[in-house]
């Protein structure tokens, strides 16, 4: 299984005598990309400030955000039965998936495993208040979850504490005592409990949370934790499938079985299950990584080129680029651009030196070439691959007859680690970048992009994401809300609460007339059996839109009931 932190020089802490050191591959390329934007965007708003401030006060300067990276611990089992400790590690599976889509950056269990093995301690270590703190400052987080459940009969008691690592302060513990068949519930609303106490304003609702992986039920979500955490790879495999056929568009599910498969060296498999997520999953990138590499290994060298170029177009992290550039290489294509976009933007990696070497040779860029080699080899110097490479390309520097003469090239490496820590973090660092953006729009225009979002993740069905947009938009503008409104009415509808979404609805009506509030009255009306008032409903909004296909629909089954629509 890939690393996800590596030893370098981004966190060092000193415990006693001893230095731990770990690092996230730095994004380099990207994210001095990013950080180029935000200055920009930090300058663009700098310039903007006296234009909209300038007959106010000036404001004192606000104190530095705090952090938002979240290590969630699995929860200990004081329930005495030991056929519950799967429900440990479900706990922090699914506060993961919840404060992620909160706006927080989790710390996953490869990496929670990884910092464990680092600092010398067991796979089910359970940490004292001291040990947790050591663990969440060797990860750099900024908050720890920590908990632990009991049972009595039919009945499962959780307990939650959020510390905050930066201030030492513990903050106050967080009950949940739902009936054993509801664990989901008992979840999610514990996820949505610690997130507003992480984030007092955070506005989404708990039907919201509740609502979220819907079609999930426990027998499938026990499978899946088992098949994260089962020590033979063959029950990892059967605990998963049963996950995948119990619910099929749990993606984690499907995402986890795949990654099974390929480190089983069952390319094919892996390749198709990995194949099943949808583009727009927040799973898709990771999972096209490894489809790519199941390509690979199996020469279908331009299947693995289209999957990693699916990453490098939305994140182009090096490992891709090169992976990208690799499979290109195979199929007698140049990779060069790939390889030099990987020295860029990682240049401590001898591989892509040694990659870019390779390419440039096969141009005939000897010069070139001897200068990428000599970069691989002060990097590794005992790789005697990369030193016999170099020999060679001296030699046909010092006689070019040499390097006329056609002669076999070294293969290309590809990167067969998927840094999932530096995918996460990039896409996190993309998401304060637009809000940035968006923090220098005049409000209105501030407010419409945020809706655009938030029907983005409506269409998805991500409603906690689609949720939280929403709420901003509000915030943003208030007397332009109308839309954003009716985005809260949908999730309000699909979370099942009728009375919150008809409110949402109304209150969009008030600020301006639209078909989109009057259809969800209507869907309300005739799922409460009231078919005249949603027919009235159903007239506003052509009224309105005369065309409407939604509406029309709509009016052609309630007809087909027998009610009239004036």
């Not at 920009?40 to 401030?53: E, G």
């Amino acid at each position: 299984m890939g690393q996800a932190f590596e030893p370098g020089s981004r966190t060092k802490r000193w415990f006693g005598s001893n230095i731990i050191s770990l690092e996230v591959r730095p994004l380099n390329l990207f994210r001095s990309l990013v950080c180029g934007l935000l200055l920009v965007a930090a300058s663009f708003l700098a310039a903007q400030q006296p234009a909209t401030t300038a007959s106010r006060p000036q404001a004192e300067a606000a104190p530095a955000a705090h952090g938002r990276l979240v290590l969630v611990l699995p929860f200990e089992n004081h329930s005495g039965r030991a056929d519950l400790n799967w429900i440990g590690e479900a706990f922090p599976e699914m506060l993961n998936r919840r404060l992620g889509a909160a706006g927080f950056l989790p710390i996953s269990r490869n990496d929670r495993m990884y910092a464990l093995d680092r600092l010398g301690l067991p796979t089910n270590f359970q940490p004292s208040r001291a040990s947790t703190i050591r663990i969440a400052q060797t990860l750099d987080a900024d908050y720890v979850i920590f908990g632990f459940f009991t049972t009595s009969g039919n009945s499962l008691n959780a307990t939650a504490q959020v510390l905050d690592v930066t201030g030492l302060k513990l903050g106050n513990p967080v009950n949940v005592q739902m009936d054993m068949t509801r664990l989901l519930d008992v979840l999610n609303t514990l996820a949505w409990l610690t997130a507003r106490q992480l984030d007092p304003k955070y506005a989404v609702a708990q039907q919201t949370f509740l609502n979220a992986d819907s079609d999930l039920g426990v027998a499938a979500f026990e499978n899946y934790v088992r098949g994260l955490t089962e020590d033979s790879i063959g029950e990892r495999i059967r605990h998963l499938r049963e996950a995948v056929r119990l619910a099929p568009r749990f993606y984690p599910a499907q995402l986890a079985l795949g990654k099974t498969y390929f480190y089983n060296q069952n390319f094919d498999l892996a390749a198709t299950t990995l194949g099943n997520l949808p583009k727009d999953d927040p799973n898709a990138l990771e999972a096209d990584f490894y489809r790519g590499l199941a390509f690979f290994y199996t020469g279908k060298y331009l299947e693995a080129e289209d999957a990693f170029a699916f990453d490098t177009t939305r994140l182009p992290l090096p490992e891709v680029v090169n992976n990208q550039g690799v499979a290109a290489a195979r199929r007698g294509r140049d990779g060069t651009g790939l390889f030099q976009q990987a020295v860029a933007a990682d240049p401590k990696d001898a591989d892509y030196h040694f990659n870019l070497a390779i390419a440039l040779k096969r141009k005939g860029d000897v010069a070139g070439a001897v200068r990428e080699i000599d970069q691989a080899t002060k990097l590794r110097p005992q790789d005697a691959d990369i030193a016999g490479f170099a020999n060679s390309l001296h030699s046909q520097q010092q006689n070019p007859a040499l390097a006329a003469q056609k002669t076999d090239l070294p293969l290309e490496r590809i990167k067969r680690s998927y840094n999932e820590a530096s995918f996460r973090q990039a896409a996190f660092e993309m998401e304060q970048m637009q809000s940035m953006r968006l923090a220098a729009l005049p409000p209105e225009q501030r407010a419409d992009a945020l809706v655009k979002g938030g029907t983005q993740f409506l269409n998805r069905g991500l409603l906690l994401e689609a949720e939280r947009e929403f709420q901003a938009a509000i915030e943003a503008d208030p007397a332009s809300a109308s839309a954003a409104h009716v985005g809260l009415a949908e999730v309000r509808e699909r979370t099942n609460d009728a009375d919150a979404a008809r409110q949402e609805a109304l209150k969009s009506l008030q600020l301006k007339p639209n078909v989109a509030a009057h259809l969800v009255l209507a869907r309300m009306d005739v799922q409460a059996h009231q078919l005249a008032p949603a027919a009235n409903e159903i007239s506003e909004a052509l009224k309105i839109e005369p065309n409407n296909p939604n509406a029309r629909v709509m009016k052609m089954a309630l007809e087909q009931k027998g009610q009239q629509v004036p």
